[in-house]
């Protein structure tokens, strides 16, 4: 069992940053790929992007691509997205997600934290 707890979220300017922080709980936190998706109002949820257990490799969405910046931190059980330039299109409520790539079922969900960028 992973639980998972989001910060950081707020209102920003468009052009501005922010950096959201996920908690995680947990013995094998390293084992698990973490990621971040976001959803809007009136839309389905998305994905944001996303990184190894080792912090090896990191995969964005096009959209956020060159702008936003996921990493981790395993010796204290933390990811983070670092988002840049950001955007009126990039309000929405952002979730952390933790996915073991072995264990079905596996598929931890944050509690999401809001942020609103105004242009």
């Known amino acids: 069992q992973v639980q998972l707890v989001e910060s950081g979220g707020g209102l920003v300017q468009a052009g501005g940053s922010l950096t959201l922080s996920c908690a995680a709980s947990?013995?094998?936190?390293?084992?698990?790929?973490m990621g971040w998706y976001r959803q809007a109002p009136g839309k389905e949820r998305e994905f944001v992007a996303t990184?190894?257990?080792?912090?090896?490799?990191?995969i964005y969405a096009d959209s956020v691509k060159g702008r936003f910046t996921i990493s981790r931190d395993n010796t204290k059980n933390m990811v983070y997205l670092q988002m840049n330039s950001l955007k009126p299109e990039d309000t929405a409520i952002y979730y952390c997600?933790?996915?073991?790539?072995?264990?079905?079922?596996?598929?931890?969900w944050g509690q999401g934290t809001q942020v609103t960028v105004s242009s």
């Open positions: 990184i190894r257990g080792s912090g090896s490799k990191a």
């Open positions: 997600n933790a996915r073991h790539p072995l264990l079905v079922g596996s598929d931890y």
């Open positions: 947990g013995r094998t936190f390293s084992t698990y790929d």
